[in-house]
């Protein structure tokens, strides 16, 4: 994905504390026993229900990522700080049902934190829409070639008090989905 221009340099705590469209219902990161394990799943009613994990990611790596999207150096460091302090590595966990999409973090080895939930539907085989107004939908093509699973940002209708995306929502969405694909853990 390529950064848009953006009139702020905002950053909405993005997906991670959380996500500038945060269907968390405490608005931020959640503590949650509700974190996929590894455990075999039931069988999947649709191929992208079920629990999907990345392997450790750096948030070096992860500024590498947004740098290469286009983004300000500046914007991915004050998305970095204010997201993650001084972590080093993430783990991200996508679960999966027939309808609902949710997110978690893991950082620097601690516990599981549910960052985003919300609605999501497969438009077609190689598309999916997640979340819902007034931030939302955010469009990603997506791949599932056996148990991995690659997401690339195509549309995020989450905009700002002044009715741009802000870069920080960009940011979030562009490293946490593109950076490395997700692995089917359950």
Avoid: H
């Avoid at 997906?15 to 509700?34: F, H, I, K, N, V």
């Amino acid at each position: 994905m390529t950064a848009r221009p953006i009139a702020t340099a905002f950053v909405l705590g993005a997906m991670l504390a959380t996500a500038g469209c945060s269907g968390a219902d405490s608005g931020g990161r959640t503590e949650s026993s509700d974190a996929p394990t590894t455990e075999a799943a039931e069988p999947a009613a649709g191929p992208l229900v079920g629990a999907f994990q990345t392997p450790t990611i750096s948030l070096t790596r992860m500024a590498e990522v947004a740098k290469a999207a286009g983004f300000n150096q500046k914007d991915i460091d004050e998305y970095l700080s204010d997201n993650f302090g001084d972590a080093r590595n993430v783990v991200y966990t996508l679960r999966l049902t027939e309808d609902q999409w949710v997110a978690f973090v893991t950082i620097d080895g601690g516990s599981a934190e549910e960052t985003w939930s919300g609605p999501y539907v497969l438009v077609d085989a190689s598309t999916v829409r997640a979340g819902a107004p007034p931030c939302g939908p955010i469009t990603y093509d997506y791949a599932l070639e056996g148990d991995v699973l690659s997401l690339d940002l195509k549309d995020d209708d989450c905009p700002g008090p002044d009715g741009e995306v802000p870069a920080g929502e960009l940011i979030a969405q562009t490293t946490i989905y593109e950076t490395v694909p997700f692995t089917r853990v359950g």
